[in-house]
Structure formats: C-alpha cells, structure tokens
C-alpha cells in the first residue's frame, strides 16, 4: 500500500510540473508542498518496511506470550511438554523461515558466559573496642570465645529478597551468619613452607580434581586469613595436591598406593619434628585438602593424620574413614578453562521448554552406573539416559546443553561415592539428582540439600522415574529456584568473594575445627 500511494503521488507531481511548464506558468507553493510530501515518504516508508520485516524474521513465538502458570502445567509430561519445544511456522508470513532453524540460533546466544555475579555486601564493621579485646586473646581462647558466640547467635530474617544470603538454603541461617563473621573477624591460618614443587605449592587447576587446586592457588595467595606467625594461628594447612601426588609416585596399574602412603607418613612425621604445633594438639588443628579418590586412603599411613587432622576431602564416604562433623565434603567442580572458570555457567531455560525429565551421560564405571544405564537406556523418551554421549547426540545437542534443557540432572557415583555432576548441575540450573550410598553431601555442616536435590537411594533406581513424576510442580519450581540461588555459593571466582567457594569450604573447615573445642561447664 505504501509504494502504491507513493507513486501515486510522484506520478500526480510530475503531472503538475510539466503543465506548468507547458503554460510556462510554475506553482511554487504546490511544488514547494509535493516535493516535502515525497521527502517525508521516502523517509518513513523504508523505515516501515524494514521494521515490519524484522518482525515478521525475528518475531516472538506465541508460545511466549502464554503465561508462565499455563505453561507450567504441562511439565509433567514429554508429549505435552514437548509440543511447546518448537516455534510456531512462520511460512504465512516469510516462508523461508523454518521453525527448525530456531533452536540453533537460541543456542550460539546462550553458549556464551550468561552468569552475572552480584557482590556480596561489604563486611560488619567491627568496633575497636572489640578488636582489642580479640587481639589480647591465645588462639585457644579465641575459638572458645567465636564458639560462645555462635551457641547463642542472634535469630535473623533472611527469607527477604534483598538478603544474600537466603534462608531456606541452609540449615540454621542465623549460626551460619554469626560464624561467618566470627571467621572473618578472628580466623588466621598457618601454610607450612616445607616441601617441593610439584607435589607442594603447585595447583592443579583443571579438570575433575581442579577443586584442591584452586584452593591452593587462593589460599596462598590470601592476605586477610593467612598468617607468617605461627603462633598467632588457628589452623595449619598442609599444601599438598593429592593430584600431583598421584602423577609423581604411582606407577601405572600397579593397584599400589603404599608409596603415596610412606611419603605423606614422612612429610608429616617432618613437619612434627622440626615444629611444636603438629604435637600441640596431635594434628587436630591442622587440614589438608584433597579431591582425588585416593585422598582418604592415602592418609591411613600416620595414626594422627587418619585420625585426627581435619580432611577436607571429595571421596566424603562414610565407609572410608570419613568423620562426619571432624572432615568436610568438598565440592566436585570439573574446570575446564583457567582464565574463564565461570564461563557457560547460568543460563538454563525456562521450565516449560524442558523436553527431558531426567539425563545422564558418562563413562561407564563403578557399581551404580552400569545399573543405571541398564535399566533406563532406550527403555523411555522422558529420560535421556546414556553410557558416553554418542556422537550423533551430541551433534545435536551438546552435554551443556543438555542439562540445560532437562528438569532432573542424575549424578550417580563413579568408582567412588563423589561425582562433579552434583556441581555441574547447580551450575548449569538443572536440579540435581543424587544416587550415591553413604555419600556425605558437600558443605553440609551449612547447607540443607534437600531444598535444591534429590537423593535416591541405589535400590530405587528402577522407580527413578516414578519418584520424579511424583514430585509436586510447587516443589520442583521452589527446588530450581534455590538451585539458582545455592549457585553463588559453588563459584571459583578468580578474585575471591564472600561466600563463594574458597570462603565456604574455609568456613566448613573453621567450623568443625569449633566443633572439636570443649567448653568447660564450670
């Protein structure tokens, strides 16, 4: 219609100009007023036309505009579910538009770093008065006093939407936020020097045991917990990688972990003789940390590191000298890109537009894996369960995109009870489904799991999807929004903040030191 009009107009001007020139007679007013209309035009017209073809191209599906509730109510099954995956055709408007093409787009967006971290709020100032008073104390009476502290902290109200820290995520909100400040008012922690490169003092920092690496790296480069006074020290760290340990003294297949246990024995038997601290208190106030699967084991070679050191280990399985209450399960993390540990975190899509209920993908090892997929391979649509993702699959949808795609993220255990899965899932905004016996969930002195997983028990497997569908809708949408807010919690940043993942585990490690410290009732 609208080159039509214009024409018409150019046509009737035209008209005009050349009458008047055959009675050599021109209107300056009417050519002066047919030239602005055709400027006008020939300014708004191609901007109509390109902004109507650009909704046509990029326009928003209809499935968009229903409401969040209506859609919701479609989760509990595929068939339906997936009805909503697809766009609508677009072919009455622009039939070269195919409602395939859509998703590919979707997904080069949403492979790019989508997390934004929000800072934490800045510290409670801490009044002179009280400095003094921390100060004049031993380290002993220190963590008498920070423990006096936390047996009577003061309720607060963190279910807000403006509080960081968000209530229903951990078990007892109030003791946590009060032993976090005491931490970060009293806490000083002594890093032994001893020991060479590259089993001391180097970080492994990607791949599946990156977690005891990063660690490393942010706890010796830390300026507010660490100390060069001994003395003035609440806790030693024995800074090894249990990693690197690993690459330097096992020999391939040889099922032999007797050399790692003798040269652990003697690093430890070195640090007690050449400084008081290890006989103070026969290691209880000294922690190492470790992610390979060995770590437990490794330590069985010295009475007092088995026995009584603060482990902060992966392979958390109650079964394997794992103390619940003394040690602390750390978190997984798989790392695969140093300069960009967040990167591909976040980003998971809308609940209404998850296609799959459950997945899983990976090697095939341990005891509950081969079961896994034995029963639940190519047996239903709902759930996308694989040994490695075949490379058909992932042609199509990549691993990432795969757990953010699915309501039920299935982290069964490996050789061991741990798995990075659990993490993965938190990152990639997929409820985490926990199968793993005896497994002492991370950070659990603090958070309450239950909140943002599932735990099934390894007999259940054949009910698995029988005890998801059973989940209410209310409940699921609660668990994936703590899922989303727990994820602050879980992050390696490179610059460390509060409450991220160095600070938490620091946290779990200070907090069970308190639990071990009796006070007198007198």
Same mark, same amino acid.
């Given at each position: 219609?609208?080159?039509?009009r214009?024409k018409?107009v ?9 009458r008047c020139f ?16 055709m400027s006008i035009?020939g300014i708004?017209l191609p901007?109509f ?8 191209r990029?326009?928003?599906s209809p499935?968009?505009n229903?409401s969040?509730?209506?859609?919701n109510?479609f989760?509990?099954?595929?068939k339906?579910s ?5 766009s609508?055709p677009?072919d ?5 538009i195919?409602?395939?093409e859509?998703?590919?787009?979707v997904?080069r ?6 997390l934004k971290v929000?800072?934490?709020p ?11 008073y921390?100060?004049s104390?031993?380290s ?9 502290e ?5 309720l ?8 960081y ?5 951990f ?5 946590f936020q ?9 806490? =000083?922690?002594?890093i032994y020097?001893d020991g ?19 660690f490393m790296?942010?706890m010796e480069a830390?300026?507010e ?6 003395e003035?020290?609440h806790l030693?760290y024995l800074?090894y990688?249990s990693?690197?340990l ?10 032999n ?5 003798i040269?652990l024995?003697?690093y430890v038997?070195m640090?007690a003789?050449?400084y008081?601290f290890w ?5 209880s106030d000294h922690f ?9 084991y ?5 009475m007092e ?7 902060a280990?992966?392979n958390?399985?109650?079964k394997?000298?794992f103390i619940a209450?003394?040690?602390v399960?750390?978190?997984e ?14 980003g998971?899509?809308?609940v209404s ?6 997945f899983?993908?990976g090697r095939?090892h341990g005891r509950v ?5 034995k029963?639940?391979?190519n047996?239903d649509?709902?759930m996308?369960i694989?040994?490695p ?9 990549s691993y990432?995109?795969?757990m953010?795609?699915s ?5 069964p255990?490996g050789?061991?009870?741990n798995?990075?899965r659990?993490?993965e ?6 409820v985490p489904?926990i ?8 950070l659990?002195?603090v ?6 997983s599932v735990?099934v ?10 005890i ?5 809708l209310?409940?699921?949408?609660k668990?994936l929004?703590n899922? =989303?807010m ?10 460390p903040m ?5 600070h938490?585990i620091l946290h779990s ?6 639990n ?7």
């Amino acid at each position: 219609m609208g080159k039509k009009r214009l024409k018409h107009v150019s046509i009737a001007v035209i008209k005009e100009v050349i009458r008047c020139f055959t009675w050599r007679k021109i209107d300056l007013t009417k050519l002066f007023l047919a030239g602005a209309v055709m400027s006008i035009a020939g300014i708004l017209l191609p901007t109509f036309l390109l902004a109507y073809r650009s909704n046509i191209r990029f326009g928003r599906s209809p499935i968009d505009n229903l409401s969040h509730r209506s859609l919701n109510g479609f989760m509990h099954s595929r068939k339906n579910s997936t009805q909503l995956v697809p766009s609508a055709p677009f072919d009455s408007l622009n039939s070269s538009i195919k409602a395939k093409e859509r998703p590919r787009r979707v997904r080069r967006r949403q492979n790019v770093d989508t997390l934004k971290v929000v800072p934490p709020p800045p510290r409670t100032p801490v009044s002179r008065s009280l400095q003094r008073y921390l100060r004049s104390l031993s380290s002993h009476e220190a963590l008498l006093y920070a423990k006096r502290e936390i047996e009577h902290a003061p309720l607060v109200d963190n279910n807000g939407n403006g509080s960081y820290l968000y209530a229903p995520l951990f078990r007892n909100v109030s003791i946590f936020q009060r032993s976090y400040e005491l931490m970060e008012m009293i806490l =000083k922690v002594y890093i032994y020097p001893d020991g060479k490169k590259p089993i001391f003092h180097h970080p492994h920092l990607v791949g599946i045991y990156a977690s005891e690496g990063w660690f490393m790296r942010l706890m010796e480069a830390n300026r507010e917990f660490v100390t060069k006074d001994p003395e003035k020290a609440h806790l030693f760290y024995l800074p090894y990688s249990s990693r690197k340990l690993g690459l330097a003294l096992y020999k391939p297949n040889s099922h032999n972990l007797k050399p790692l246990t003798i040269f652990l024995r003697d690093y430890v038997n070195m640090i007690a003789s050449n400084y008081p601290f290890w006989n103070r208190t026969h290691g209880s106030d000294h922690f190492l940390v470790a992610c390979h699967d060995w770590g437990p084991y490794i330590t069985t070679g010295h009475m007092e590191l088995r026995d009584n050191t603060i482990k902060a280990l992966c392979n958390a399985d109650l079964k394997e000298n794992f103390i619940a209450g003394r040690d602390v399960s750390l978190p997984e993390t798989a790392i695969r890109n140093v300069r960009r540990p967040l990167r591909n975190i976040g980003g998971g899509i809308r609940v209404s537009q998850r296609p799959i209920l459950a997945f899983f993908a990976g090697r095939m090892h341990g005891r509950v894996r081969p079961r896994l997929v034995k029963h639940w391979r190519n047996k239903d649509e709902d759930m996308k369960i694989y040994g490695p993702l075949p490379v058909r699959v992932a042609r199509n949808m990549s691993y990432i995109r795969h757990m953010k795609s699915s309501k039920y993220c299935i982290c069964p255990m490996g050789y061991e009870v741990n798995s990075p899965r659990i993490i993965e899932a938190i990152y990639y905004e997929c409820v985490p489904v926990i199968i793993a016996d005896n497994f002492v969930l991370p950070l659990s002195e603090v958070l309450e799991w239950n909140a943002f997983s599932v735990t099934v028990a390894e007999i259940d497997i054949p009910r698995l999807k029988e005890i998801l569908l059973a989940i209410p809708l209310k409940r699921y949408l609660k668990m994936l929004m703590n899922v =989303k807010m727990v994820q602050k919690h879980f992050l390696w940043n490179p610059s460390p903040m509060r409450y991220d993942m160095f600070h938490m585990i620091l946290h779990s490690i200070w907090y069970n030191r308190l639990n071990q410290i009796q006070i007198s009732q007198s």
